[in-house]
Structures are given as C-alpha cells and as structure tokens.
C-alpha cells in the first residue's frame, strides 16, 4: 500500500484534487474529509486528478460515487480525469462508469 498524498489546486473554473498512492479503505477517508468539505458551499466544479494513483478499491469508489451525487444535487460537476486502467476497469464492472463523469485519457487541457 503506498500512502496518499492529496494536491489542492484552486482555479477560477474549478478545484483540482491531484491524488499520488493507493486509494483504499485505508486511505480514502483522506479524500472523503476534503470532498465534504469543498462540496458544503457548493460553489466550484471539481476535478479528481487520479493519474498518479496506482489503485483504487470499492470503498474508494463509493466515496467518488457519493461526491458526484453531491456535487449534481448542487447543480456542479465532478470530473475524474486520468484514471488508471485499474480504476476505468472497476468503473467499467460496476457500471459506474455511464453515471461518473470520466475524461477520457489525451483530453486534458
């Protein structure tokens, strides 16, 4: 298990969350606190930077899934850019992938 380290950046069009490690049951609450927290005045779309993670488990999952829900209830976006085949793979068995909004790998700006 590699420890997850969490980089903040705040643009104009949105927050930026930039994961580097695993992102596991053990880990995830480290993402969950912060989403909670940036998601409670509803105002910035978010982005999920996942380029650096090396995997990601269900547990991981539930809480991206529960922050795009948030984020849709508020009328904002949460994107999930650079993910692993490991995680596109579980997005992909769990069907998860038609309702998270994913960027498809080359589109970044």
């Known amino acids: 298990m590699r420890k997850l380290t969490i980089d903040t950046d705040f643009r104009d069009d ?43 488990d269900s547990t991981a999952l539930s809480v991206l899934l529960q922050a795009h829900r948030r984020a849709v209830a508020r009328g904002r976006t949460l994107l999930i850019r650079g993910a692993p085949y490991q995680a596109l793979r579980l997005f992909q068995l769990t069907g998860t992938d038609g309702e998270l909004t994913i960027e498809a790998l080359g589109t970044a700006s």
């Open 14 to 56: 949105a927050i930026v969350l930039r994961l580097t490690g695993d992102l596991d049951f053990g880990t995830c609450g480290l993402l969950d606190a912060p989403l909670q927290t940036l998601q409670r005045d509803g105002r910035s779309d978010l982005v999920i930077d996942l380029s650096e993670v090396g995997f990601i």
